[in-house]
């Protein structure tokens, strides 16, 4: 039986997909830290969040620079997808950071 060959493509698509699923992750989880009041733990996944989603992102600017360059690149429907699992992440990131505020504002009233 023959090995699967990935071609550098499906590579970058892969490390984008997965780097920024961990960061939607890490972004969901600072969102429910700061929901039970653990506010530290919250910014924490933040960060987190934000290193792994940077990863993700370096991978697809290699690929636009590259393309900028002169390499001409097929575009793909699993290219399509790390895109917008980053874009969407993106997005998640800017909604977590407003509800962990937003829950720290409540928290802060609610314990005066």
């Known amino acids: 039986m023959r090995g699967i060959i990935m071609d550098d493509m499906q590579i970058a698509s892969f490390k984008i997909i997965s780097a ?12 429910r830290s700061s929901e039970n009041g653990d506010f530290e733990e919250a910014t924490e996944k933040l960060k987190k969040g934000k290193e792994a989603y940077k990863e993700g992102h370096d991978v697809h600017f290699k690929l636009i620079q590259g393309e900028s360059s002169g390499v001409n690149q097929a575009v793909t429907i699993l290219l399509a997808h790390a895109e917008g699992q980053l874009m969407s992440t993106e997005t ?3 909604m977590a950071e407003q ?14």
């Not at 920024?20 to 969102?31: C, D, F, N």
């Not at 509800?99 to 802060?108: H, L, S, T």
């Open 99 to 112: 509800m962990v505020k937003a829950n720290q504002r409540i928290y802060d009233l609610e314990h005066r």
């Open 20 to 31: 920024v699923g961990m960061a939607k992750s890490y972004y969901i989880e600072a969102i």
């Open 92 to 94: 998640v990131q800017l």
